[in-house]
């Protein structure tokens, strides 16, 4: 049997969607056996490969590179699951939303930065003027809500994909939660 090629990414979030991946604990095993893991922040892996089945995508568009790899992603997946309230609504990351860019990066680099105060110029994604959902980008085919998700819901929805079914989440997980 073909494994099912999964790809897990994050953009802009805390990496905590990632974390609740983990706590599916011991059926991790059990996924495992129908899964090649083929891109993730838990592999060694630099470049996103072609041919992905799955691909989870936690955080939200923040700056330049997170829309370009989210594009690449796309086009690089059959379906692609947003994970997260960051992925979903832009959640957290947003909240600088609120504040224009440049009081923002002056904030953060000069007014409450203790050393070498100054806006970086190199080696830093430029970032976009608002933070965005996934979905504000490209087509996203699955919504999974959650500051984090429940692992339990996680492991739902890719148990349920891997068997060939759509799953209904709406009674997995929730906002916030
Ligand atoms: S949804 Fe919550 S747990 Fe997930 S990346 Fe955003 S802030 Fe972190």
């Not at 930065?113 to 970086?120: F, G, I, R, V």
């Amino acid at each position: 049997m073909n494994k099912a090629r999964i790809a897990t990414t994050w953009l802009d979030g805390c990496s905590g969607c990632h974390m609740s991946l983990l706590d599916i604990d011991e059926r991790l095993v059990e996924l495992a056996e129908q899964i090649e893991l083929v891109y993730s922040p838990l592999v060694d892996t630099l470049d996103f490969p072609e041919a992905v089945d799955i691909a989870l995508v936690e955080g939200a568009v923040g700056n330049e590179d997170d829309l370009k790899k989210l594009q690449l992603i796309r086009k690089q997946s059959r379906l692609l699951v947003a994970l997260g309230d960051c992925a979903v609504t832009a959640n957290v990351p947003a909240m600088r939303n609120a504040f224009k860019l440049e009081e923002v990066l002056r904030h953060v680099y000069t007014a409450t930065a203790s050393s070498q105060l100054q806006l970086p110029k190199e080696e830093v994604p430029p970032l976009r003027d608002r933070v965005r959902p996934l979905h504000a980008y490209v087509e996203v085919d699955l919504f999974l809500p959650g500051c984090p998700p429940p692992s339990e819901a996680i492991f739902f929805l890719l148990s349920e994909l891997l068997a060939g079914r759509i799953p209904d989440l709406s009674a997995k997980s929730r906002f916030g939660a």
